[in-house]
T-cell receptor, first 116, second 113 residues
Framework: NAGVMQNPRHLVRRRGQEARLRCSPM?????VYWYRQLPEEGLKFMVY????????ESGMPKERFSAEFPKEGPSILRIQQVVRGDSAAYFC??????????????FGEGSRLTVL | SQKIEQNSEALNIQEGKTATLTCNYT??????LQWYRQDPGRGPVFLLL?????KEKRKERLKVTFDTTLKQSLFHITASQPADSATYLC????????????FGKGTKLSVIP
């Protein structure tokens, strides 16, 4: 049973370009979370999605960031017009049920975005 | 809003000793608390969950306590090994109206041979 798959593992973009990060949750998991981790900082929640629905995007910056989890295919975190401050590790996690229950999250290995 | 603190950024201990990591929280009464391990360049891995009505939880060399009066959880690794060197994160469940696990910044543990 494959774990949470994220790609690309490393992504380099120049300022102003777009970054697309993909996440395939574990089989049978319909809850997907995106977290951002800056160097020397903790994991910061960005968005929580279920299939075709954004449930909680309270951690997403208001501009340039968007997320989706379509009926078919992986979840996508999209960052438009990237700036150097977007450089970070972006982690996707999935769970079979929402965090209102036991809430154990299964994390991918992350996508490391570097903005030049 | 809820706040979670891990009071040591880094902890160095000798191999074979017991490592004790602390997680404190405020403005919250969580139904449970979780601990994760994160290795450099990797994603966090779930270790243990302890519920509010449990004083202690064990898994092999790991032990977690949960004191709801002190609003504190302690994470112990007994007979520590160099392979235990990693960053350990505690996490609180969502508050009312929220869906996010809130993570502490983590404690980087180094076990010295």
């Amino acid at each position: 049973n494959a774990g949470v798959m994220q790609n690309p593992r490393h992504l380099v973009r120049r300022r102003g370009q777009e970054a697309r990060l993909r996440c395939s949750p574990m089989k049978g998991h319909s809850h997907v979370y995106w977290y951002r981790q800056l160097p020397e900082e903790g994991l910061k929640f960005m968005v929580y999605l279920q299939k075709e629905n954004i449930i909680d995007e309270s951690g997403m910056p208001k501009e340039r960031f968007s997320a989706e989890f379509p009926k078919e295919g992986p979840s996508i975190l999209r960052i438009q017009q990237v700036v150097r401050g977007d450089s970070a590790a972006y982690f996707c996690a999935s769970s079979p049920t929402g965090t209102a229950n036991t809430g154990e999250l299964f994390f991918g290995e992350g996508s490391r975005l570097t903005v030049l | 809003s809820q706040k979670i603190e891990q009071n040591s950024e880094a902890l160095n201990i000798q191999e074979g000793k017991t490592a004790t990591l602390t997680c404190n929280y405020t403005n919250y009464s969580p139904a449970y608390l979780q601990w994760y391990r994160q290795d450099p360049g990797r994603g966090p891995v779930f270790l243990l969950l302890i519920r509010e009505n449990e004083k202690e939880k064990r898994k092999e060399r790991l032990k977690v306590t949960f004191d709801t009066t002190l609003k504190q959880s302690l994470f112990h690794i007994t007979a520590s090994q160099p392979a235990d060197s990693a960053t350990y994160l505690c996490a609180l469940p969502p508050g009312a109206g929220s869906y996010q696990l809130t993570f502490g910044k983590g404690t980087k543990l180094s076990v010295i041979p």
